[in-house]
């Protein structure tokens, strides 16, 4: 079954950066586009960026453009998010997720997730 773990999160002061990752298995990674998305406290699930399957297009909400980077690696299975200039709203619980930004939901497939605390 498709099995996404996450991992990298952490408590940085605002500015900094953090580098997360997911490990995929269970599915053909290469064949799907990939996002992540997050949760704020109190709040629901947010698109954040995706990437298509060849890694050559990626897209932003607007919150985190120019400052997070996504990226992947088929041989390894690997969906990265590189996170710059942190804001304290950037705090949440950090997924990865089966489908582009219009499929992610519908496939339903996201791992457990990564914490992600912004504050000095």
Partial sequence: QVQLVE???GLVQPGGSLRLSCAA??????????????????KGLE???????????AYYADSVKGRFSIS???????????????????????????????????FGSWGQGTQVTVSS
């Fill in 7 to 9: 991992s990298g999160g």
């Fill in 25 to 42: 298995s269970g599915f053909t990674f290469s064949s799907y586009a990939m996002s992540w998305v997050r949760q704020a406290p109190g």
């Fill in 47 to 57: 698109w954040v960026s995706d990437i298509s399957t060849d890694g050559g297009s």
């Fill in 72 to 106: 992947r690696d088929n041989a390894k299975n690997t969906l990265n998010l590189q996170m710059n200039t942190l804001k304290p709203e950037d705090t949440a619980v950090y997924y990865c997720a089966k489908g582009g930004r219009v499929t992610w939901k519908a």
